[in-house]
């Protein structure tokens, strides 16, 4: 059980939802929750107009808040009650796409009841289980939720980067607690960890980079058993050939380049260890 660790999820959590913005083409930024609709207040640490009409947004404070991820994000997905980093993992993702489908991830990576309420059954299996694989499983599992918007094609980068790392800082802080326990570990172990994490993540990039590279190069291979009985080219089936070879390879380099930047967080999470 992590309590208290409201504070130091949401400074990592604010990191990505960013400063003060009031671009007047985002509807969120208008207290009436459409362009051109009441004031223009803007949004900053995720805290919108559109929410919160009766805020003077601009000159929001952390101390402002705070309360308010309490209340919205934190207390739903029972932040106090889950091991460190579980509830950084958890609580980022309510953030980011509802607090519903982040405890219902959490309750499938544990096995246990899914219904998007985390409760004594959660909470008991979480405390039980390897904090650093559910860290893991939980943020694969959201950043494949991600992929599948419509929208990932325009916010995929800082997407990836933000479950990348947030699924680094997890794990260290889920170490950092262990060890805590555990008197006989130091500050050098947890580093160890963090730095064997962002060794694995760079050995799966480059496996799936060469990988990539393997499939644009085979695929422009049309062999003899792609042409049709009249001695003609098949195109219909080289075209459905060269379409499952490009599917691959844009999978391949996506996920090439998330492990990349997964390495890059555990790196700075082994850093500041």
């Not at 671009?23 to 929410?51: F, I, M, Q």
């Not at 694969?140 to 599948?148: D, E, H, K, T, Y």
């Not at 799966?204 to 499939?215: D, Y």
């Not at 219909?236 to 997964?262: D, F, P, Q, S, T």
Request: proline share 2%; hydrophobic share 45%; aromatic share 6%.
């Amino acid at each position: 059980m992590a309590k208290g660790n409201l504070a130091k999820c949401l400074k990592i959590t604010l990191e990505h939802e960013g400063g003060y913005t009031n671009d007047k083409r985002d509807p969120g930024n208008w207290t009436g929750g459409k362009v051109g609709k009441g004031v223009l207040k803007g949004t900053k640490y995720g805290v919108a107009a559109a929410s919160y009409p009766n805020l003077d947004i601009r000159n929001l404070t952390l101390a402002d808040v705070e309360p308010i991820y309490e209340k919205n994000y934190w207390k739903p997905v029972s932040g106090d009650a889950l091991p460190a980093g579980v509830d950084l993992v958890t609580f980022d993702y309510g953030v980011n796409s509802g607090v519903s489908r982040s405890a219902r991830s959490l309750q499938a990576v544990l096995g246990v009841h899914v219904d998007g309420v985390i409760g004594a059954g959660t909470i008991l299996a979480a405390s039980k289980a390897d904090g650093k694989g559910v860290i893991q499983a939980v943020c694969a599992r959201r950043l494949s939720f991600l992929q599948g918007l419509k929208i990932w094609s325009t916010f995929k980068r800082g997407w990836s980067r933000r479950v990348a790392d947030v699924e680094a800082r997890g794990v260290a802080m889920w170490l950092a607690s262990v060890a805590a326990l555990n008197t006989g570990a130091a500050k050098e172990t947890v580093r160890g960890e963090l730095f064997k994490e962002a060794e694995a993540a760079d050995k799966t990039a480059k496996t799936q980079k060469n990988a990539a590279a393997g499939s644009a190069g085979g695929g422009a291979v049309v062999s003899s058993g792609d042409v049709a009985v009249s001695g003609d080219v098949n195109w219909l089936l080289v075209g459905g050939i060269a379409a499952v070879v490009i599917v691959v390879i844009v999978l391949l380099v996506m996920k090439a380049r998330h492990n990349g930047e997964r390495a890059a967080a555990y790196e700075r999470a082994a850093a500041a260890a």
